[in-house]
């Protein structure tokens, strides 16, 4: 898409949510996301209750002072009782969590863990290391009228649980990006 094309898609993104959007960040697939998506099939294969999606996807993150719609594609892993764990490739050659969301019926059941130590060993199988990762904590899981609250500093601390450092923002400014190095630094 050229930039009159994604000046229309955010005209009619604020027509249709009410929504005003500063920018379109759009990532490419990068080597570590290619590779993930070759090896997701079979790594499914042994599940009986967990089911994957691959799909392009536009996401709107609020950054603190501003909302960014992200175009990326996706891989996403589904538990029967709608919740899910999705990732997308990042700018760089990593991957980005882009979505966490645990079933209102069963929080503080550790389906959220169960979650993510799904999605490290589907890494850790099929690259042979995790790779480094990155997500947006925002105060929330969705966007606009579909929002579910979650506090950005329990969500900091959720995925400080996994070695998730902070890199940019604070609580304080509604926006939290963190990261997670890659197993081959972490062993260093």
């Known amino acids: 898409m050229n930039q009159t094309e994604d000046v229309e898609l955010l005209e009619i993104l604020k027509n249709e949510t ?10 490419e ?4 996301f290619n590779e993930l998506l070759k090896g997701v099939e079979d790594y499914t294969k042994s599940f009986t209750t967990v089911r994957y999606t691959r799909m392009a996807m536009n996401s709107i993150v609020g950054t603190g002072d501003e909302n960014v719609l992200k175009i ?12 899910m764990i999705r990732i997308s490739p990042d700018e760089n050659d990593g991957i980005e969590i882009t979505r966490v969301f645990v079933n209102p019926n069963h929080h503080r059941v550790g389906l ?7 999605i490290l060993h589907f890494m850790e199988n099929t690259l042979g290391y995790i790779p480094t990762i990155q997500l947006e904590c925002t105060g929330g899981i969705g966007f606009g009228q ?20 902070m890199v940019q923002g604070s609580s304080h400014d509604g926006y939290v990006k963190m990261k997670r190095k890659s197993s081959n630094d972490l062993a260093v």
Not at 18 to 27: A, D, N, Y
Not at 72 to 83: A, E, G, L, V
Not at 112 to 118: N, S
């Open 72 to 83: 990326q594609n996706s891989i996403s892993f589904h538990f029967p009782d709608s919740s």
């Open 112 to 118: 959220g863990t169960k979650l993510m130590e799904l």
């Open 29 to 32: 697939d990068n080597s570590v």
């Open 146 to 165: 579909h929002q579910i609250q979650m506090p950005i500093l329990d969500q900091m601390k959720f995925f400080v649980k996994f070695d998730f450092e």
């Open 18 to 27: 009410g929504i005003e959007i500063k920018k379109v960040i759009r990532i």
